[in-house]
C-alpha cells in the first residue's frame, strides 16, 4: 500500500516536473514564482537561459517517470533521494537571491520535503 502511494506521488512530481518545464517556453512570466527577485521574462537573455531549465525540468520529469516503470521501488527511492538535492539547491538560489523566504521554503523547500518523504517509503518498501 505505502508504495503505491509513494509510486503515485513520485509520479505526480514527474509529471509535475514536465509541466513546469513545458510552461517556460509558452508562459516565460511563469517564472517569476521561482523567487528570484528582479527576473525579467521580457529579457531575450533571459529567455534563453529559461529555455535552458525548461529543458532540464522536462529530461529530471521524464527520467523520474522512466525510473518509476523500469526499475525497482528501491532504486526509485534512490533516485529521488538524489533528485531531492534540486529543490533544495533552489531554495538555497532564491535565498541567496534574497528572494522570498516564503518561497524558498513554501515551495522549494515543502517539495524537497516530500521527495525525502516518497524516497523513505520507497526505501523501506
Known amino acids: 500500500m505505502l508504495t503505491?502511494?509513494?509510486?503515485?506521488?513520485a509520479g505526480l512530481i514527474g509529471v509535475g516536473v514536465i509541466?513546469?518545464?513545458?510552461?517556460?517556453?509558452?508562459?516565460?512570466?511563469a517564472a517569476v514564482g521561482f523567487g528570484i527577485p528582479g527576473t525579467r521574462t521580457e529579457?531575450?537573455?533571459?529567455?534563453?537561459?529559461?529555455s535552458v531549465k525548461a529543458v532540464r525540468d522536462i529530461a529530471s520529469g521524464v527520467f523520474i517517470v522512466i525510473v518509476l516503470?523500469?526499475?525497482?521501488?528501491?532504486?526509485l527511492g534512490w533516485f529521488m533521494l538524489a533528485a531531492?538535492?534540486?529543490?533544495?539547491?533552489?531554495?538555497?538560489?532564491v535565498l541567496?537571491?534574497?528572494?522570498?523566504r516564503a518561497t524558498?521554503?513554501?515551495?522549494?523547500g515543502a517539495t524537497a520535503v516530500v521527495m525525502l518523504a516518497i524516497s523513505v517509503?520507497?526505501?523501506?518498501?
Open 104 to 108: 524558498a521554503y513554501g515551495v522549494h
Open 121 to 125: 517509503l520507497l526505501l523501506v518498501a
Open 84 to 93: 531531492a538535492g534540486i529543490p533544495v539547491g533552489d531554495a538555497l538560489i
Open 4 to 9: 503505491t502511494v509513494a509510486n503515485v506521488l
Open 96 to 100: 541567496r537571491s534574497n528572494g522570498p
Open 69 to 75: 516503470v523500469a526499475a525497482t521501488p528501491q532504486v
Open 19 to 29: 509541466v513546469m518545464g513545458a510552461s517556460f517556453f509558452w508562459a516565460p512570466q
Open 43 to 50: 529579457d531575450p537573455n533571459f529567455q534563453a537561459w529559461l
